[in-house]
């Protein structure tokens, strides 16, 4: 029963922690299917969006959910401000350009970071109201903490699938992301969907930060976590907003398993290992569409 129970909460852990890759990933594939761009510095809005919240909690002395949504905001407008200063500039440009410009963001937000006065290079950490709380079933025990991941994670899902599914705006993004030239002749803005698309994936990916701080604490290079999102995203499919959350759930999984039940240092490993395996044999990953272009 004892092995039971902690298989079960691993695996719970796991599934908390790959809803947080998962969302970071969905960041990924969400200015990807629109711009065909790749943002590198996803992985830092997470950075920013936990280090806001620490701000407006410790300082502003916010509740948790007033900063949490203050955060969003925040993020929405930093996402939308990136877009239009440094990324519709370069449009038209080779595709390398923009990427190596995204890559040189994240490295600019960690120094930023480490150079606010409040902020710099240690561990800060805050409280929330699922801090020190758990669940308890017969005897499975499982922290609030990862709970509320899980829950946020499948509501957050909800709002942007009803988004997507019955908005206006909603449609065009979809409809771009499908074609840009068609989505242009029914009379889509192709510039305002691309600032929307950053604008949403700056707000996930603060949320992901938010929602990671009680685990990992928050700190300068929480933005790394980026590494093991971008092969979440490429694992499901890197054009699927599904495959984005599958993928994330995968890694976490078998990150979790990895670290409890085999030895040190394969739970860095496994999840690259499970993605080897599953691009020899669907190349395009599991919810994704195979292309094939005429030479």
């Given at each position: 029963?004892?092995?039971?129970?902690?298989?079960?909460?691993?695996?719970?852990?796991?599934?908390?922690?790959?809803?947080?890759?998962?969302?970071?990933?969905?960041?990924?594939?969400?200015?990807?299917?629109?711009?065909?761009?790749?943002?590198?510095?996803?992985?830092?809005?997470?950075?920013?969006?936990?280090?806001?919240?620490?701000?407006?909690?410790?300082?502003?002395?916010?509740?948790?959910?007033?900063?949490?949504?203050?955060?969003?905001?925040?993020?929405m407008l930093l996402g939308m401000a990136l877009e239009r200063v440094l990324l519709r500039p370069l449009i038209g440009e080779p595709v390398f350009a923009i990427v190596m410009l995204t890559i040189g963001l994240g490295y600019?937000?960690?120094?930023?970071?480490?150079?606010?006065?409040?902020?710099?290079?240690?561990?800060?950490?805050?409280?929330?109201?699922?801090?020190?709380?758990?669940?308890?079933?017969?005897?499975?025990?499982?922290?609030?903490?990862?709970?509320?991941?899980?829950?946020?994670?499948?509501?957050?899902?909800?709002?942007?699938?009803?988004?997507?599914?019955?908005t206006r705006m909603g449609v065009a993004m979809r409809a771009t992301s499908q074609n840009q030239l068609a989505a242009v002749y029914m009379g889509v803005s192709v510039n305002r969907v691309f600032?929307?698309?950053?604008?949403?994936?700056?707000?996930?990916?603060?949320?992901?930060?938010?929602?990671?701080?009680?685990?990992?604490?928050?700190?300068?290079?929480?933005?790394?976590?980026?590494?093991?999102?971008?092969?979440?995203?490429?694992?499901?499919?890197?054009?699927?907003?599904?495959?984005?959350?599958?993928?994330?759930?995968?890694?976490?999984?078998?990150?979790?398993?990895?670290?409890?039940?085999?030895?040190?240092?394969?739970?860095?490993?496994?999840?690259?290992?499970?993605?080897?395996?599953?691009?020899?044999?669907?190349?395009?990953?599991?919810?994704?569409?195979?292309?094939?272009?005429?030479?």
């Amino acid at each position: 029963m004892n092995e039971v129970n902690e298989i079960v909460q691993t695996v719970l852990s796991g599934v908390a922690i790959g809803c947080i890759y998962g969302l970071v990933a969905l960041g990924f594939v969400l200015i990807y299917k629109a711009t065909e761009v790749i943002n590198f510095a996803q992985g830092e809005m997470m950075t920013i969006g936990a280090f806001l919240t620490y701000t407006f909690i410790n300082f502003a002395h916010f509740p948790w959910w007033a900063a949490l949504l203050v955060t969003t905001l925040i993020m929405m407008l930093l996402g939308m401000a990136l877009e239009r200063v440094l990324l519709r500039p370069l449009i038209g440009e080779p595709v390398f350009a923009i990427v190596m410009l995204t890559i040189g963001l994240g490295y600019f937000i960690r120094a930023f970071v480490s150079m606010v006065p409040q902020w710099g290079t240690d561990t800060r950490g805050f409280h929330t109201p699922f801090t020190d709380k758990f669940i308890k079933s017969g005897t499975v025990v499982v922290s609030w903490e990862h709970a509320a991941i899980i829950l946020m994670t499948v509501l957050l899902i909800l709002i942007l699938f009803s988004f997507f599914r019955f908005t206006r705006m909603g449609v065009a993004m979809r409809a771009t992301s499908q074609n840009q030239l068609a989505a242009v002749y029914m009379g889509v803005s192709v510039n305002r969907v691309f600032s929307l698309t950053w604008t949403i994936s700056a707000a996930v990916g603060g949320i992901a930060g938010i929602l990671l701080s009680p685990i990992t604490f928050v700190h300068m290079n929480m933005g790394f976590i980026g590494l093991k999102a971008f092969p979440a995203a490429v694992l499901g499919g890197f054009g699927s907003v599904p495959g984005a959350i599958v993928g994330g759930l995968i890694i976490g999984v078998t990150e979790s398993l990895a670290g409890v039940y085999l030895p040190i240092g394969w739970k860095d490993v496994a999840a690259w290992i499970i993605l080897i395996a599953v691009l020899i044999f669907r190349p395009e990953g599991i919810f994704g569409i195979q292309e094939k272009k005429k030479v």
